[in-house]
């Protein structure tokens, strides 16, 4: 349903119609179809960021998720929220909306259509069936305490209002920031925001990642902070004309980038032979193996890595390709051995919000009510998905987050007529 008037009051204003407002607004007309529930969005057409995410595939959910699998927030308060609706429970919800969910590896759910369409197209449907109102080509401007959304087309006024606008990650599908500054105007704490699950550039390195664009192999990348290693993340890694991207540097992105904002010393390495140590990887290419030992270098670490990459490596090192590995001196032998498990990533910069899939910061997770997902600052407002401080890992967890936040903040709105909404002085 849509509506085009001014200066109507609903029970529940829901501002942002990607998938934690959709989840909410249906949620809330299941629980209790008595509350005029209106969503309201500012694109003409909702839901961009649930076509293009998971390759347009739209990794919904993943079957274990837990607090680990996030950052950000407190990981209690995390773990509370998640139990509200886990992945089983998610997963019975999707098929209920006529799509069905299928395993991939590393525990991801995606529809057995493996269309993103199809997710959003069953949202939209399912939110109209239960007679949400929608607003689209709707900008909130503000909110005040007079229980009043401004939007630039009238006036809309609520008894709650939930916000679930995202961060900045996309900004062209709606997520600008507008959400977060409507927030801290109501008294809410922005925790400083970065991108998250972006890929990383290297300008000082870019004739060897021009080389490699397209390359993709398993790697253990390593941050070192302030001299020691921080972290330590296991995966694939995809390089690109401009830097890295893959699964594990998605997920490292964020770490690097929150030490940066701290002003901290940063740096990653990476180990091309994952769970193989400088020692170890010296006494296999001095191994007294015959067969072995009359191999080139090249022949060798092409039975490992990727031919381009081998080549690639020795080039960096100087070292004669076609040369036996029994004919390396010891010192050329280690310094293929320190650059196999400590290779330099002279990262400088990353690709940016137009670029990231999650934003890291957001509003401070302690402010929020767990049970509710009600503002501990302002009453009768509520927050959920990636306006908060809490970004998962790659694998469907930030979907998780969305869809887990929307229905405690849904049973909360169904069960009781919520507070007004009021800034606190």
């Known amino acids: 349903m849509t509506s085009d008037s001014a200066d109507c009051h609903f029970d529940i204003a829901i501002v942002g119609a990607g998938a934690a407002g959709l989840a909410a607004a249906i949620l809330v007309r299941r629980l209790n179809p008595s509350r005029s529930v ?23 959910t993943n079957v274990a998720v837990s607090e680990r699998d996030f950052n950000g927030g407190k990981p209690a308060i995390i773990r509370r929220i998640l139990k509200a609706f886990p992945p089983g429970d998610v997963v019975a919800w999707f098929a209920s909306l006529g799509v069905p969910l ?11 259509s493996n269309r993103s369409r199809d997710v959003l197209d069953a949202l939209l449907r399912e939110s109209a069936s239960s007679g949400v109102v929608f607003q689209t080509a709707t900008r909130v401007e503000g909110v005040t305490a007079g229980l009043a959304l401004h939007t630039t087309r009238g006036q809309i006024r609520a008894t709650n209002v939930v916000m679930a606008t995202g961060g900045l990650s996309l900004p062209k599908t709606g997520s600008d920031g507008g959400g ?4 801290r105007r109501l008294g809410h704490t922005i925790v400083p925001t970065t991108p998250a699950l ?11 990642h021009e080389t490699l664009s397209g390359v993709s192999h398993d790697v253990e990348l390593a941050l070192w902070i302030d001299g020691r290693v921080a972290l330590r993340l296991r995966g694939s ?3 690109t004309h401009v830097g890295v991207s893959g699964p594990v540097v998605l997920d490292m992105s964020r770490h690097w980038l929150r030490a940066l904002l701290d002003e901290r010393t940063a740096h990653m390495t990476l180990t091309f032979l994952p769970g193989q140590s400088f020692d170890s990887v010296d006494r296999d290419l001095a191994s007294q193996d015959a067969a072995r030992r009359r191999a080139s270098v090249h022949g060798r670490l092409a039975d490992v890595l990727p031919a381009s990459l081998a080549t690639t490596i020795l080039q960096r090192l100087a070292l004669e390709s076609t040369r036996p590995v029994a004919e390396l001196p010891r010192v050329d032998r280690r310094r293929l051995a320190r650059a196999l498990v400590e290779w330099p990533l002279n990262i400088d910069g990353n690709r940016g919000y137009n670029y990231a899939e999650a934003t890291a910061g957001g509003v401070a997770l302690d402010e ?7 503002s501990r600052k302002c009453p009768g407002l509520y927050l959920v998905g990636e306006m908060l401080d809490v970004d998962g890992r790659i694998g469907g967890f930030n979907f998780q987050w969305a869809w887990s936040s929307a229905m405690v903040a849904a049973r909360a709105l169904a069960s009781s007529g919520g507070g007004q909404l009021k800034v606190k002085s």
């Open 198 to 208: 972006v890929p990383l550039t290297s300008a000082a390195d870019r004739s060897l």
């Open 102 to 112: 299928h395993e991939e590896a590393l525990g991801k759910l995606f529809p057995d």
């Open 180 to 183: 977060l500054e409507i927030a």
């Open 368 to 374: 929020i009510d767990p049970a509710t997902m009600s």
């Open 38 to 60: 209106v969503l309201l969005d500012s694109s003409a057409k909702p839901g961009a960021k649930i076509l293009v995410s998971g390759g347009s595939r739209c990794n919904v």
């Open 237 to 239: 890694l995809l390089w």
